[in-house]
């Protein structure tokens, strides 16, 4: 994939140069994160409506913040500080299925649940920073929890694309059984649905999507990015299609637009930062609708 990388670069460039696309396009590292927006768009809002829907946006933000654990894990076992997904998805998915397992074993509720696990692994995370301080700058953490688009690599990139090829794979055909079993499990399991196992295979693809995103997004906004797109669409859907599209829209669009409007106009704006900016105006836009307009007010997903 890498060589299809170049091409696109290189033919972006090329016309940029002509004056064809703006001058950002002439630099590679744009362009790296634009292709990455325009993966990570559409799977943040089509997944984030079944995180809304089932109230797990708590969730994505733990396996977020798990994920610093797994990092300095990394680090200690001799893991590039630089590229440490082994560590990251592993420690994550252990991380995830322990916590679901333990849900479904116990009466706790799942704010409770998510709130002890993310307390332990922080306090495992901030001992282990100890010795990990002794081997690299501490500041490369930074890029775990806030992310940095532009400074993707190929390596980043081929990382979300098999992220999502498995995602999609799994999730399309999935996805109204997902929500079913999500919504009315009772119904669901009169239906020969395996409530439980869609369960563990959403809360596997929150956990792959939420790790690959990170790079790209960061820990502390990667739950904005799945929560408020959503959030936007279900103030003007009146279905569930329609729900899941503007999503999908909403999400694509805050993810270009964080990337470009920054670089157009010089702002000293940080990539997820400004990602997460435009996804809360578009927020702010979609209520306003839903408050002014008649046709939105009985709006419902």
């Not at 091409?7 to 994160?33: C, D, H, K």
């Not at 590039?80 to 706790?108: D, G, H, V, W």
């Not at 979300?160 to 999730?171: E, H, K, R, S, Y």
């Not at 799945?226 to 329609?242: E, F, K, Q, V, W």
Request: net charge neutral.
């Amino acid at each position: 994939m890498n060589s299809f990388y170049e091409w696109v670069r290189t033919s972006l460039q090329g016309l940029a140069q002509e004056g064809v696309l703006p001058v950002a396009f002439e630099y590679g590292f744009v362009i790296n994160a634009l292709l990455c927006a325009l993966l990570i768009g559409p799977l943040l809002g089509g997944i984030g409506t079944m995180v809304v829907a089932k109230r797990m946006a708590f969730f994505s933000q733990s396996i977020g913040n798990a994920a610093m654990t797994g990092v300095a894990i990394g680090i200690l076992l001799g893991e590039s500080y630089t590229e440490p997904y082994i560590s990251m998805f592993s420690f994550c998915i252990l991380f995830a299925l322990l916590l679901n397992y333990t849900k479904s074993r116990t009466q706790l509720s799942s704010d409770t649940l998510i709130g002890v696990f993310l307390s332990v692994s922080l306090a495992i995370g901030a001992s282990l920073l100890l010795f990990v301080s002794a081997r690299v700058n501490t500041h490369i953490l930074e890029a775990v929890l806030f992310g940095s688009v532009l400074t993707v690599s190929d390596t980043d990139m081929n990382v979300l694309l098999v992220v999502a090829i498995i995602v999609l794979g799994t999730g399309v055909p999935l996805f109204n059984r997902m929500l079913l079993a999500s919504l009315n499990p009772s119904l669901a399991r009169a239906r020969k649905i395996p409530v439980e196992l869609m369960e563990y295979v959403f809360v596997l693809m929150i956990t792959l999507l939420t790790v690959a995103c990170l790079k790209i997004v960061g820990a502390v906004l990667v739950e904005a990015l799945l929560l408020i797109p959503a959030a936007a669409a279900r103030n003007i859907s009146s279905s569930l299609r329609g729900f899941v599209f503007y999503s999908m829209i909403f999400s694509t669009i805050s993810c270009i637009a964080g990337v470009l409007i920054p670089m157009q106009w010089n702002l000293p704006l940080p990539s997820g930062g400004a990602i997460i900016m435009v996804a809360a105006c578009l927020f702010l836009i979609t209520t306003i609708i839903r408050a002014t307009v008649p046709a939105f007010r009985e709006a419902r997903a």
